[in-house]
Nanobody, 113 residues
Framework: QVQLVESGGGLVQAGGSLRLSCAASGNIFNMGWYRQSPGKQRELVASITLGGTTNYADSVKGRFTISRDNVKNTVYLQMNSLKPEDTAVYYC??????????WGKGTLVTVSS
């Protein structure tokens, strides 16, 4: 059973930065971050494969950077130049064996204008 523990959310002013972390237990492959704002569907923010290939939503390209430490089984999301529209609950996602998806409990990011 894979468990994901997220940290790093909080309140920041527009233009500021935050770094999210997600530590995983167990065997995992692709990892990523999703977010969900009130009244909206959960959307992919960024993902990273075991080999380090990354993918970003257009809305965060150039501002967010996803990375991972395979020794620590941890994925990071560095968020710079934050905007009020980035306000959401951010969820860590990991794909394990047999393509099973695992989710963290979520961490709230609030960007004030």
């Amino acid at each position: 059973q894979v468990q994901l523990v997220e940290s790093g959310g909080g309140l920041v002013q527009a233009g500021g930065s935050l770094r999210l972390s997600c530590a995983a237990s167990g065997n995992i492959f692709n990892m990523g971050w999703y977010r969900q704002s009130p009244g909206k569907q959960r959307e992919l923010v960024a993902s990273i494969t075991l080999g380090g290939t990354t993918n970003y939503a257009d809305s965060v390209k150039g501002r967010f950077t996803i990375s991972r430490d395979n020794v620590k089984n941890t994925v990071y999301l560095q968020m710079n130049s934050l905007k009020p529209e980035d306000t959401a609950v951010y969820y860590c996602n990991a794909r394990g064996i047999f393509d099973r998806d695992y989710w963290g409990k979520g961490t709230l990011v609030t960007v004030s204008s």
